[in-house]
C-alpha cells in the first residue's frame, strides 16, 4: 500500500482551530518530504470511520489533528491497531498532550515529534456504565465538576469561557452534598457523601486543572480523588490551591491509586474527555499500555 503517514484531523476541534491546525501540520509533512494521506471527519461518526479506513491502509504513524475528545472517540480503533498515534493538539483543554510533553501550540512541531521522536505505550481508562462501555484518555469526573461541564453544555448562551463561569456560578447556588457509595479494587462498598469524586489516567482536565496531580499516564494505576462535602465558601478556598495541585494534602481530600472504582449516587453524572458518559452509576478501570504515543525524544522515524 505504500510507506506513508496518514493524517487524520477533525476541523470543528478546539472551535474551528482543528481546520487551521490540519493545514499546517499537512504543510510541515509535504516540507519534510513525507508522503501523506489526508482524512478529514465532519462528525464523531465520520471521524471513527476515517480512522478505521486510515489504519488499513497501514501508515507508519496515524496524526490525529484535534484535542482529547478526538482521540478518545476513536480510541476503540487505534488501541485495537498496531499503528502508533502522534496527536496535533487543536482542541479547546489539550490535557493529554499537557501529560505527554506535546508542543500545545505549534502543529508544526507536534508533526515533527510524529517523524523523530519515540514510541510510548500509555494507559487507557474504561468507564462502563448500565449502558455503555467508553474509553477516555484523562480523568473521569464525577459530582460538582461534572455538574458544571453538563450545565455549560447545556447552556446556549453566552459564549467561549463566561458559558462555563455561568455554569460554575449555577453549579455553586446549587451545590449540594452528593450521596455517593465507592468501592475501591472490589472492596465492600462504602457510603461516602461528598462534592466530587474525580478518577485520573493524566493529572489535569479543564486545560490544565490538576485535580489529580501526580497522575502518570503509564503506570497502570488510576488517581482516584475525593472530596468531602463542603460549603460553597469552603470550595472557593480550596480553588486556588486546587490551580496550583497542592490540594491533596488538605485534610478534607482523599487521594489513591486503584486499577479499578466503582461510583454510584443518585444524581451522578459521569464526564469524560469533555463528553458525557453516563448518569447514577459507574466502574472506571485501566487498560495498561493500551495505546501507543509518539512524544519527544527518540529516533526518527524512517522516511521513504
Known sequence: MGEHIALLS???AGKGRGAAAAERALAQLHARGVAVRVYAGGSAAATVRLATDAIAAQPRVLIVVGGDG??????DVVCAAAVPVALVPAGTGNDLARALGLPRHDPAAAVDVALTGRQRAIDVGEIRTPSRRAL????????FDAKVSDRTNRLRWPHGRLRYYLALVVELVRLRPMDFTVSVDGSTATRSPGTLVAVGNTASYGGGMPLCAGAAADDGLLDVVQVEPLTRARLLRLFPLLLRGRHLARPEVTHRRARSVTVSAPDLVVYADGERIGER????GIRSGALTMMVPGGTAVPRD
Open 281 to 284: 452509576e459507574c466502574t472506571v
Open 10 to 12: 477533525n476541523p470543528h
Open 136 to 143: 477516555f484518555l484523562t480523568i473521569a469526573a464525577l459530582g
Open 70 to 75: 478526538t482521540l478518545s472517540g476513536i480510541l
